[in-house]
């Protein structure tokens, strides 16, 4: 009933571009403030991105700043991460998260109500 899914994962030479995009079923995306976050295998599920409700705030964690860029289009219920110039230190599963809550600590996994279930980036030679 309640769908929250990732795409536009793949595979990328280093340089590359991707697009990631988080859409959302059954429930008014707008209404959330939505962070990505991604994974490598044996590490902790750290921040990458975060945008507020109505797109006004972005956040983004050191490693992507200049890079990533996060944006809305609540009329689709989507939110994208245009991912460019990518590095092999990105490779991960790219998961997005949803929350109605208080959005300040954003980098907390604790924050989000809502998770998918992840897109695999991998950047190799």
């Known amino acids: 009933q309640l769908q929250f899914v990732e795409s536009g994962g793949g595979l990328v030479q280093p340089g590359g571009s991707l697009r990631l995009s988080c859409a959302a079923s059954?429930?008014?995306?707008?209404?959330?403030?939505i962070g990505w976050f991604r994974q490598a295998p044996g590490k902790e599920r750290e921040p990458v991105s975060r945008i507020s409700r109505s797109g006004g705030i972005t956040s983004y964690a050191d490693s992507v700043k200049g890079r990533f860029t996060i944006s809305r289009d609540n009329a689709k219920n989507t939110v994208y991460l245009q991912m460019n110039s990518l590095k092999p230190e990105d490779t991960a599963v790219y998961y997005c998260a949803a929350t109605t809550g208080v959005f300040s600590q954003w980098k907390l996994l604790s924050t989000y109500n809502y998770w998918g279930q992840g897109t695999q980036v991998t950047v190799s030679s």
């Open positions: 059954g429930f008014t995306l707008e209404n959330y403030g």
